[in-house]
């Protein structure tokens, strides 16, 4: 079978996913104004997870969305679409119950078909099913048209490739440094093994974000690593920061008496 | 116009607030002046206007509003002097009050300081987008004043300060002020490059963060050695046992001392009837922290206090999209405070005033 017509029967397995994946990416837009439609937020980046609002009871909302931005403003319920986050080394002081997660599985589209789909643990299902002989970068035409930052790796710089993250047989998990398969909703896991310092921080509550009860045994819901982060480019290109921009809230009110913040960019300064 | 103790010659009645000790202690149930406000008032020969200040601003307000307020709300004594008796009667006049006015259930909690608490806040300045959430949640959730067509009717009480990178120019390195021999003044001297407190805080870009500038996001610090405590005449802001700097708003006489005196352009007054829609009304408030404000009255960040004595983390942490944000008990050395104190460089906004705020700016 050739190049072409191996890659067109992938595609034409793939399309209908990839537009269910499309249409995913579509709807965190800010829903507002209309008052039938259900408001919906984004919570840290743009994309990664959302919050529909509703009443926890009359007057008090699970969450605030901003009608200038679309993002989350205010929690009323800290722990809504939650789930415990499983076992997670040097987490068990943690009382049961008291470390939350929201499953990214939910988020990710193209998931549940991955090693259904295309890979079945022995290979791509067509003849001869074959695994990659290493970890090394090759060019993966299909999964470029599915997604569109595998074209031009950008986290590691070069220097990490897609079996680095993902499990060779099982490929719809993550996989440790023992090359045993990660859920992909613990991605701190898969993170963990290059980022030590970064998943230490993370441990204790530095790095990344916590909400809930504050105290340091308290029921917290964990903002995991890909909820900020996108695994694929994580340093958003050539800006080269690991957070992608987002727009700002509205800014104060201007003094009394100013028609614009002109006046804040000039300071004379006698000599 | 500071309370002369002397002045109050009357027999102390309420036999529970009596206390022969300045209020030294931290704890305000401990801490507990000799005099109650109606034996002042009697002193004081009864109406003197000065001494009303605080209820006339009270009454000032529009008429429906002011036919609620019940008299005994401006005779009440100030919240550290009340007894628990007294504490619950007020919490039930609010609660009934601003039930009608806002048209939903409020509660105002009096839960005290815990034990073994002291709470404390550290921020990333590193990771700070400039995105200015915090702020809007603050909003949301402390009934700050939000309206829009009078100058001073939009309350926020975080501020985030853009500051520029700035830019170092060979062209310059010659010229300068006077130009020639003997330069005093370097012609890179006006380059804002990380340059602290003089900033905007009016930037609108279309995204944050900008590629030429970084941001510092202030509120109050919560000081250890609160300046604006030592200014107020009446008393009225005082630091909890907790640590939080703290307002009883139907005390306050809005003089604006402890503005004056706070080194962190921390507090507000509202010199405009508060505007707070009812339907945007956070109805979980504390009498300390979030319950509405009439005008005339200060007020700033108490660290959330309707939800931190209930154990919930402060709404400008929960919405930090970049988790810059850090709150905890400073006793705990478990507490993610305490072991960014142990690990990372932190400092104080201008330490060397000595406030020693419980507020940190760290970076990793």
Redesign the interface.
């Known amino acids: 079978m050739n190049n072409f017509v191996f890659h067109t029967m992938i595609l034409a397995f793939c399309c209908e996913m990839a537009s269910t994946a499309v249409a995913a990416d579509a709807a965190p837009e800010p829903a507002k104004d209309t008052a039938k439609e259900p408001v919906v937020c984004f ?3 743009k994309g990664a997870s959302e919050i529909t609002q509703r009443d926890i009871k ?3 909302p699970n969450v ?1 969305c ?1 009608p200038t931005t679309g ?5 009323g319920d ?1 722990f809504e679409g939650t789930v415990p986050m499983g076992k997670m080394p040097l987490l068990d002081k943690i009382p049961p119950g008291h470390a939350l997660v929201k499953p990214r599985s939910d988020k990710l589209a193209l998931l549940p078909l991955c090693s259904t789909a295309c890979h079945n643990g022995v290979g791509p299902s067509f003849s001869p099913p074959t695994l990659p002989k290493d970890k090394k970068p090759t060019p993966i035409p299909t999964m470029e048209g599915l997604l569109p930052d595998a074209k031009d790796l950008q986290h590691g710089r070069g220097r990490i490739w897609c079996l680095d993250c993902h499990h060779t047989t099982k490929r719809n998990m993550l996989v440790d440094n023992f090359g045993d398969p990660v859920s992909i909703d613990q991605p701190q896991i898969l993170c963990g093994k290059c980022h030590g310092d970064k998943m230490r ?1 993370w441990r ?15 029921k917290k819901r964990w ?1 995991t690593c890909t909820e ?1 982060h996108n695994p694929h480019n994580v340093q958003d290109g050539h800006r080269n ?1 690991g ?1 992608v ?13 100013m028609k614009d ?1 002109k006046f ?2 000039t ?1 004379p ?1 006698p ?1 | 116009m500071a309370i002369n103790k002397k002045a109050s010659a009357g027999p102390v009645k309420d036999s529970a607030s009596e206390c022969v000790a300045q209020p030294a202690s931290a704890d305000p149930s401990k801490a507990v002046l000799k005099t109650s406000r109606r034996d002042f008032l009697r002193a004081g020969g009864m109406l003197s206007m000065s001494s009303l200040m605080g209820a006339g601003a009270l009454m000032a307000q529009s008429d429906d509003t002011k036919a609620t307020v019940e008299w005994a709300e401006h005779f009440q004594k100030n919240y550290r002097l009340m007894t628990q008796k007294e504490k619950n009667e007020a919490r039930l006049r609010l609660e009934k009050r601003y039930s009608a006015e806002y048209g939903k259930q409020v509660s105002v909690d009096t839960a005290d300081a815990q034990p073994g608490v002291l709470m404390g806040y550290a921020l990333n300045i590193r990771k700070c987008i400039g995105c200015r959430r915090c702020v809007h949640a603050c909003v949301e959730e402390n009934n700050q004043s939000r309206g829009k067509q009078r100058a001073g009717e939009k309350i926020e009480w975080i501020q985030v300060l853009r500051m520029e990178r700035g830019e170092f120019s060979a062209d310059k390195m010659n010229h300068g002020y006077p130009d020639g021999l003997g330069i005093q003044v370097g012609g890179n001297a006006y380059t804002p490059a990380g340059q602290i407190l003089e900033g905007q805080y009016h930037y609108e870009p279309e995204a944050v963060p900008e590629k030429d500038a970084t941001y510092m996001p202030i509120a109050c610090m919560q000081c250890e050695k609160p300046p604006c405590v030592k200014v107020c005449p009446v008393r009225t802001t005082y630091r909890e046992a907790d640590g939080p700097v703290v307002i009883d708003y139907n005390w306050c006489i809005g003089c604006r001392m402890c503005m004056g005196a706070c080194p962190y352009w921390a507090r507000r007054l509202n010199v405009t009837n508060p505007v707070l829609p009812k339907e945007e009304m956070n109805p979980v408030t504390h009498y300390l922290g979030n319950r509405p404000r009439m005008r005339g009255v200060v007020e700033k960040c108490h660290w959330c206090l309707q939800r931190t004595r209930q154990g919930r983390y402060p709404a400008c942490v929960e919405v930090c999209p970049v988790g810059a944000r850090k709150f905890g008990n400073l006793l705990d050395p478990e507490s993610e405070v305490s072991l960014i104190l142990a690990r990372k460089n932190v400092f104080r906004l201008k330490a060397e005033l000595n406030t020693f705020p419980k507020f940190f700016y760290f970076y990793d």
Not at chain 1, 71 to 75: D, I, K, Q
């Open positions: 919570e840290s980046r009359p007057g008090l605030k901003s993002a989350a403003l205010w929690y800290p921080d204790d509550g530095i790095h990344g974000k916590r909400i809930g009860e504050w105290a340091s045994n308290g903002f900020c920061r957070f921009q987002l727009q700002p809230e509205p800014p104060p009110q201007l003094p009394k008496g913040a804040e960019k300071h300064i000599h």
